[in-house]
């Protein structure tokens, strides 16, 4: 039960004491109590300040002896040095969980020999504490309290995200939570993600094995400095990775990536290539880089996943179908030459101009039916393809809307401006019926359309489901990668 | 002399007359004609229609021998069967440049024995017609007429772009004309674009032959399917890479992607492997993504070029500040360990958290003039670097005022909204000093901020001249290809 996991409490506190915060906005602990008034959090907060009477709005304590209970949670960001008095208070206090922001432990250079962290463990130890950090951010749960009241528990992001079943679990604040600043142009949600800094006390193996059994948490992120019970950590991933998928950064390797990761959180990475090998090996799926981290979640949280890597291609446009094709072998996809039986289906169909080797070029052609149902649906049906990848410049309406306000323009043309919604009807009579197909055939579609991705045609793509990409290269190396995990699976069966 | 060249009057006819545009708005000659009355031409425009009387404003004619005048230039959106008939009418005519849009010639699959291309090349020699096309989708110039008109001439781009010196050339329009469909998230503006399309008369070899004299070009963009002319393009390469970069997208080399050659532009490309060696020798940078390609050509666009490839680091979170350092040494750019002297000067200003042997990372600290003016200019003035990518979450005005709205936050809070004015001339005066030592040492700062990049600080940063990326990943790439050129280009001194 996930329930009994420790770190159930963590992420679902009925009420936390925040050392650190003030009323100014250039505080870290200040932010953080803000997003958690943001994020309509209905437990209760007991701001510890030694001076203030009262931070954003909650009556301060001077000391966590004087709180009038004992809170389910303690956040702490203060000082390193003061930080052992803390813990020591708050384990006097009957404290059992701690989340510790505040960086200076290990990680500074030249003071290897900082005691502090020893000293905390000890501490923690002796009144059996566990914590989080430290040189950490905090969590973030997107699923607190019952399912339905849709409440989150956060006091690291300051956007309100889309629910979904992504978790992650990171060395790295930022990867655990600013890669969200930017919601509007992510279709991503986020489940829950966990800060966990320097690894003192809880590690990235506590995590997966709270994400293990967790309903909430369907695909896992993870973004590794160090390991810390490497057999544990192998173990569990490929426990896990039969039924999740788990996404992870690692980085280490180079000379200067080492540099940066001791100064970080202190950490000795390894040998990049062993962990490459080691976890190929129990099915992690790795990348190097933040946005292909976060296309490849994108892709698994449609749950529609590919049967295999053999890729269809339908494009209106020859230069990005000719890109696709070619970035799609380099990546071990397979671009399959159509049966003569499906090239004669697609023909059939198809525009004087068109070719339908693999990829389908439908030239430039304003049949929507044909481009969003028809062509799809002939691929799927086909037997002869795992996946589709769909380039086409098309929803032209704002593009007429903007040439409208051009009077000589204007007087002379046949088309005119349509109502919001009939495109929206539009839109979903194109995209309903291939969304239901992709469920039907568990073939996965990757449109990319190069307008803004909050265009009127584009933000109705996402609307009805679909997963969108503004350019051609990512869309290919994040469905490389959600292939070659698939073949993994593929091979245990 | 640039005017001498042929092509000069493709990109700078005085009157041009259409065929194939109508009122309405799906007929990509429709589209052409709407845009090139948006962008503001001022020369005069005949439609050649056989029924109207007037096409978007324009008084129609039924045939190019009732047009008063020989137009500097035709275009032609018909039927492929029907355009040498054309063709001929315009040599008739005494018409010398022609851009025929219409595909449907030698790329047609099964139909390589379409004679369709031999004839108009033979009607186009017979009548001394020079032509760009068939496949393509026209041409586009930022620099047309007086440079102080601040005027274009412009068939295929609906959206008006920024003036800048990055000229392109592609045998794809999308390459050429789409991937413009985003500029407010584009700092890349454009210069000139010609879509070359199967390069039946003219090709890119010409297109190289102008852009390497033309002074508003200054970065050369490819789009390369198939060279005709391969001995000529690599001498003109050569010559060209020792004063301008050009930077290319070569597809070809894999079996899907040469069957998606064929049927775009009919081209039969060689193998991948020898156009990388080839291209390697004469300077030219490859890359295989539309991403990567805009973002070289930035970083050129600015003007300042790093001398080496040793790569200074600045962050505020670990994170990013590893996954850079990382990426970059397996891209093959240098982030030196700095000198003892350095690390102290850094060591002197910094916050007792940060850690400064690069990355540099000054961990959450809000002193902006710290992070904005002394950090790099005490990068800059070590001669320890020769270029800076520089990460950081910091500008929170915009979340302050997003927390302003919630009462408990606003009554409690020592922070208040700031006016535009203030934060513009904060801003202002935070990376002015700055953008004059990138000048002043040649040492460019790629940016990075996770926010929206409309969001107000981003658009500061980028107003004031900023390169900014939203994510760490790319701007490592891209600077990794710069810094290959750069040490091409040393080599040959």
Same mark, same amino acid.
């Given at each position: 039960? %996930?329930?009994?996991?420790?770190?159930?409490?963590?992420?679902?506190?009925?009420?936390?004491?925040?050392?650190?915060?003030?009323?100014?906005?250039?505080?870290?602990?200040?932010?953080?109590?803000?997003?958690?008034?943001?994020?309509?959090?209905?437990?209760?907060?007991?701001?510890?300040?030694?001076?203030?009477?009262?931070?954003? =709005?909650?009556?301060?304590?001077?000391?966590?002896?004087?709180?009038?209970?004992?809170?389910? &949670?303690?956040?702490?960001?203060?000082?390193? #040095?003061?930080?052992?008095?803390?813990?020591?208070?708050?384990?006097?206090?009957?404290?059992?969980?701690?989340?510790?922001?505040?960086?200076?432990?290990?990680?500074?250079?030249?003071?290897?020999?900082?005691?502090?962290?020893?000293?905390?463990?000890?501490?923690?130890?002796?009144?059996?504490?566990?914590?989080?950090?430290?040189?950490?951010?905090?969590?973030?749960?997107?699923?607190?309290?019952?399912?339905?009241?849709?409440?989150?528990?956060?006091?690291?992001?300051?956007?309100?995200?889309?629910?979904?079943?992504?978790?992650?679990?990171?060395?790295?604040?930022?990867?655990?939570?600013?890669?969200?600043?930017?919601?509007?142009?992510?279709?991503? +949600?986020?489940?829950?993600?966990?800060?966990? +800094?320097?690894?003192?006390?809880?590690?990235?193996?506590?995590?997966?094995?709270?994400?293990?059994?967790?309903?909430?948490?369907?695909?896992?992120?993870?973004?590794?400095?160090?390991?810390?019970?490497?057999?544990?950590?192998?173990?569990?991933?490929?426990? %896990?990775?039969?039924?999740?998928?788990? $996404?992870?950064?690692?980085?280490?390797?180079? #000379?200067?990536?080492?540099?940066?990761?001791?100064?970080?959180?202190?950490?000795?990475?390894?040998?990049?290539?062993?962990?490459?090998?080691?976890?190929?090996?129990?099915?992690?799926?790795?990348?190097?880089?933040?946005?292909? *981290?976060? /296309?490849?979640? &994108? $892709? *698994?949280?449609?749950?529609?996943?590919?049967?295999?890597?053999?890729?269809?291609?339908?494009?209106?446009?020859?230069?990005?179908?000719?890109?696709?094709?070619?970035? !799609?072998?380099?990546?071990?996809?397979?671009?399959?030459?159509?049966?003569?039986? @499906?090239?004669?289906?697609?023909?059939?169909?198809?525009?004087?101009?068109?070719?339908?080797?693999?990829?389908?070029?439908?030239?430039?052609?304003?049949?929507?039916?044909?481009?969003?149902?028809?062509?799809?649906?002939?691929?799927?049906?086909?037997?002869?393809?795992?996946?589709?990848?769909?380039? =086409?410049?098309?929803? *032209?309406?704002?593009?007429?809307?903007?040439?409208?306000?051009?009077?000589?323009?204007?007087?002379?043309?046949?088309?005119?401006?349509?109502?919001?919604?009939?495109?929206?009807?539009?839109?979903?009579?194109?995209?309903?019926?291939?969304?239901?197909?992709?469920?039907?055939?568990?073939?996965?579609?990757?449109?990319?359309?190069?307008?803004? *991705?909050?265009?009127?045609?584009?933000?109705?793509?996402?609307?009805? =489901?679909?997963?969108?990409?503004? @350019?051609? /290269?990512?869309?290919?190396? !994040?469905?490389?990668?959600?292939?070659?995990?698939?073949?993994?699976?593929?091979?245990? #069966?």
């Amino acid at each position: 039960m %996930i329930k009994s996991h420790f770190l159930h409490g963590f992420l679902n506190p009925k009420s936390i004491a925040i050392y650190g915060a003030n009323n100014k906005g250039n505080s870290l602990a200040g932010l953080q109590l803000m997003n958690l008034i943001k994020s309509g959090y209905d437990g209760t907060v007991y701001p510890i300040h030694p001076r203030l009477e009262s931070v954003m =709005g909650f009556k301060a304590y001077k000391n966590i002896r004087n709180v009038p209970e004992i809170p389910d &949670l303690v956040v702490i960001v203060l000082p390193a #040095k003061i930080v052992p008095q803390i813990f020591k208070e708050c384990g006097i206090r009957g404290i059992k969980r701690i989340i510790l922001i505040s960086g200076g432990f290990r990680e500074l250079i030249g003071d290897r020999r900082n005691t502090l962290t020893e000293q905390i463990n000890n501490i923690a130890k002796e009144y059996g504490i566990r914590f989080i950090g430290p040189n950490c951010l905090g969590v973030y749960n997107n699923w607190y309290g019952p399912v339905d009241h849709n409440k989150s528990f956060n006091i690291f992001i300051w956007e309100n995200l889309e629910r979904s079943k992504f978790s992650i679990a990171s060395q790295s604040g930022t990867l655990s939570c600013h890669i969200w600043y930017d919601p509007e142009n992510l279709d991503l +949600g986020l489940g829950r993600s966990l800060s966990v +800094g320097n690894q003192a006390n809880i590690d990235i193996v506590d995590c997966l094995e709270y994400y293990k059994d967790d309903k909430y948490t369907e695909i896992i992120g993870l973004y590794v400095e160090e390991i810390k019970r490497g057999k544990k950590f192998l173990e569990l991933a490929k426990e %896990i990775t039969q039924k999740k998928p788990i $996404i992870a950064i690692y980085v280490g390797g180079s #000379k200067a990536g080492n540099r940066a990761l001791q100064s970080h959180t202190g950490a000795i990475a390894g040998n990049s290539r062993i962990y490459e090998g080691v976890f190929k090996e129990v099915g992690i799926i790795k990348t190097d880089y933040v946005q292909e *981290f976060l /296309d490849i979640a &994108l $892709i *698994f949280s449609r749950g529609i996943i590919p049967e295999g890597n053999r890729l269809g291609i339908i494009t209106n446009s020859g230069g990005p179908g000719a890109m696709i094709a070619n970035n !799609a072998e380099k990546h071990n996809l397979v671009v399959p030459e159509f049966s003569e039986n @499906l090239q004669n289906e697609l023909e059939s169909v198809s525009p004087p101009t068109a070719s339908y080797k693999n990829p389908v070029d439908c030239t430039f052609d304003m049949d929507l039916p044909y481009f969003y149902i028809k062509l799809p649906e002939i691929l799927m049906k086909s037997g002869e393809i795992d996946a589709i990848i769909q380039y =086409g410049v098309v929803g *032209f309406q704002e593009v007429l809307d903007e040439y409208l306000k051009y009077d000589q323009i204007a007087k002379n043309a046949e088309f005119q401006h349509q109502p919001d919604e009939t495109i929206d009807k539009l839109a979903r009579k194109l995209l309903q019926p291939t969304m239901a197909n992709c469920q039907k055939y568990s073939i996965p579609i990757l449109y990319i359309n190069p307008m803004n *991705f909050n265009s009127p045609w584009s933000k109705r793509l996402r609307k009805n =489901g679909a997963i969108l990409f503004k @350019l051609w /290269d990512r869309p290919v190396n !994040a469905l490389a990668k959600v292939c070659e995990y698939v073949e993994y699976q593929n091979k245990l #069966k």
